[in-house]
């Protein structure tokens, strides 16, 4: 079959494999484990590297000497984990190494739990580890897009000597959907411009973050600010789906955003002009496109799953507070009726509250169903069940 | 020293601002009278040490402070990186500490990583090449506190890496705070009345520690006290290097080594510490050598061909298929639930595989986690004619119940003209809101083909027939395609469930009458 039902994180693999990645350095951790699992089957199947690491920090470390290496090299994890590795992030920043790093995020903060969340937007976005750095953040909403984006990822980090991020959600992470398998497997040839592998040509190379001169530091990180507006000025990337006429605007990404644009569907169906922002990357953020379309649409909502992470850069954007918030934390996933709840209250609209489109009292609804027969379940039925 | 009269002198034409050289020959000028008589031998110095330390930096001078153990420990290791031919194939781990900056006279390849990560860097860098020679030079701060997990584990998955652990018990970058290799009694900047045991533990020994493990090939501790100890030091790292060279394994060589600076020793002290205190508490001999009874560690080549990546993933190229868009078709939410272990999750798969089959659009998420493990468990399947927004069955179309709390918990986001079918062992159930319902017992179904556990495969053969009724969604072609597909690493249990899909499908013909 051309296409297959395939998992979002089983994705990944097959996108990082096709996209010529020879290593990859991992530790368990729910739910980016499948990751780990895959690599472990399919790197080993083709002679690729892989070892489990004993901690995140290895993981990352790993990652920096394979990188150093010249090879295509990446990691997965979930908020902890990647806390962990931020110190191991600004190394690579700080070498100007490239990397793949995949965030499939979970609640927090702290332990936190499993569930889906879009509470890493802040760590992932702006840097997240000490120093004047950014990471290119790929932020996919599809199975296809994990898959396809990984393999994105190569090329940006390759291209700009950089740690990309591709930042998906347990959601993205868990669920399956149809995958057409990449048209071309990459051979990636390590640059020996820069690359220590241990021969001749890169002997006098050195991979290192260290200038102990202050002017040196300076230059470099001036140099570096000189990277990250070439990215500015040439990677910003979004989708926009009903935008043309719209009067509302919803501002989403990744599993927030599939969210989002069912609602644009359901406003449509009744004639409400919603609209849907999708940043594909949210580093570089799509400032200036926004801050275009705010001259035209008066009503902008962010809706993410995150206490408003991604508001401050629309707020930044449009250099504004005039913009409402519709989230979910905690590892809930946004219900399509909090979206159409906030765009009734801000349109007036009352149509798409019908509860044809979903059961807006889902919270506390279920307590009045009375649909059993008094003497209830046939308890030895149920035995049969659970043996 | 040689008594021949020869003499060697370093090639020093492109050396003008070498400060030794200038020295050298401001000794020879001083010196010309009793030249006839003496004859200045200077030792060529090896090529795997940098005559000028410009890498990353302008320093002519070595940034060690007199008397330090690290000069001594750097040239033994250059010297014998050019005895033993590698130097091409060397690559030099620097770390956090004194010896961060030993890219400046190491003329090799070098990686400067984070505080104790060497050992895992160094990992990376062995896997990806496995033709380098890979060298973690790091001290006692970096490699015994900060990085000892790192240094463990690499040590214990015998990666091919050598390790020289310069161990002078503080640290010295910081300014001689006390190490966990400082010696009780020791005073240091943060153990100012000497190490107390009761308070801050006891010196850790480290090939002692990696001794425990199986997998390194060399374990040794050597000492630069003086001129006898720095010779048999040089033996150890030559034994390192060669494992290296012919990729044996991991070799670990702890070195004893002079901090004067941090310890405030001068010559005598420095020797008179590692002596008479440093060798009763770390005793210098070979924990370890198998180098003579393993092998090469040998790794496969990464192949990144086309044909391996489809094999390994299955992907047949040729059909040509691919999903079109049907906007005459919407969204068809499907919500599958019931307990853990009853197969609501691989039946949601099996209609996922078979709407994808049918080039439909489709997506499959399942409620996942500790629910999984005998809780309640449920997932998702959202068909279409066109690309699907959100993956989740927010309001229902179609809920397939397996028990009572499922039913519970969904079945106020049924649509109105949605419809339900429960297991029959749920108990009597009286409806709610007029939606569509049907109890279907799937129990005793599966157990006349003497597969009760096969439930799942009995409501999606009753959903198959209801479907083929009403429009058509799905065919049994592609049920059976998704049985397939699901049941690929079990083929045994294909026919088996195939036969159950068409008994369930059987059963629903005969005795359900669907209201449409």
Known sequence: ?387 | MSNKNTRYVEDNKNNNHDKNNETIKNYDKKNESIENEYETIIMKKSESINNEFTRGNSLKTTHYCGGCGHGILTKLIGDVMSELGIQERSVMISPVGCAVFGYYYFNCGNVQTAHGRAPAVGTGISRAEEEAIVMSYQGDGDLASIGLNETLQAANRGEKIAVFFVNNTVYGMTGGQMAPTTLIGEVTITSQNGRDPNYTGFPIHMCELIDNLKAPVLIERVSLANPMDIRLAKVAIRKALQIQKEGKGYSFIEVLSPCPTNLRQGVKGTEDFINKQMKKEFPVKVFRDKSRDVGSVLRKQSDFSIESLDRIFNVERDDGKSIVDDYSFNRLNVKIAGFGGQGVLSAGLTLAQAACFEEKYVSWYPAYGPEQRGGTANCSVVISGHPIGSPVADNIDILLAFNKPALEKFICDVKEDGVIFYDSRVGEFKGYNNIENYCVPVYEIANKLNVPKAINTVMLGVLMEYGRTKNNILSKESYIKGIEETFASKEKLIGKNIQILEAGAKWARENLDFKF
């Open chain 1, 1 to 387: 079959m051309a296409n297959q039902m395939v998992k979002g994180n089983t994705a990944v693999i097959v996108g990082a494999m096709y996209g010529g990645c020879d290593c990859f350095f991992g530790y368990p951790i729910t739910p980016a484990s499948e990751i780990l699992h895959e690599a472990s089957k399919y790197f080993s199947m083709l002679g690729r590297n892989f070892v489990q690491a004993e901690s995140e920090e290895a993981s990352i470390n790993m990652v920096y000497g394979a990188s150093a290496a010249g090879h295509r090299v990446m990691t997965a994890s979930s908020g902890p984990g990647i806390s962990l590795m931020q110190e191991g992030i600004t190394f690579l920043a700080g070498a100007e190494l490239p990397a793949v790093i995949v965030d499939i995020m979970r609640a927090g903060p702290g332990l936190g739990n499993i569930g889906p969340e879009q509470g890493d937007y802040n760590q992932v976005v702006k840097g997240g580890g000490h120093g004047n750095y950014k990471n290119i953040v790929l932020a996919p909403n599809s199975v296809q897009e994990m898959c396809d984006f990984t393999i994105k990822a190569f090329e940006l980090a390759d291209k700009y000597k950089s740690p990309v991020y591709v930042l998906a959600d347990a959601v993205l992470g868990q669920m399956a959907e149809p995958l057409e398998f990449p048209q071309k497997a990459i051979e990636h040839i390590p640059d020996n411009s820069w690359s220590v592998r241990g021969n001749k040509e890169t002997m006098e190379n050195l991979v290192t973050s260290i200038y102990l001169d202050f002017d040196q530091l300076e230059h470099f990180n001036i140099e570096l600010q000189k990277k990250y507006k070439a990215i500015e000025e040439n990677e910003v990337e979004y989708f926009e789906y009903h935008v043309e006429d719209a009067e509302i605007l919803l501002i989403s990404y990744g599993i927030s955003s599939r969210i989002s644009k069912t609602a644009v569907d359901i406003c449509r169906e009744n004639g409400l002009k919603v609209g849907l922002f999708r940043p594909i990357k949210l580093y570089p953020f799509p400032y200036n496109r926004l801050s275009e379309l705010k001259e035209k649409i008066d009503n902008f909502i962010s809706v993410e799953m995150s206490n408003g992470q991604m508001l401050e850069d629309v707020k930044l954007a449009i250099k504004s507070d005039d913009v409402e918030l519709v989230n979910r934390m905690g590892g809930n996933l946004l219900n399509i009726g909090d979206i159409l709840r906030k765009i009734s209250q801000v349109s007036g609209n009352k149509s798409i509250l019908d509860p044809k489109y979903c059961n807006f009292n889902q919270n506390d609804d279920n307590s009045k169903f009375n649909g059993f027969s008094k003497d209830e379940v046939n308890k030895e039925s149920f035995k049969s069940i659970i043996d």
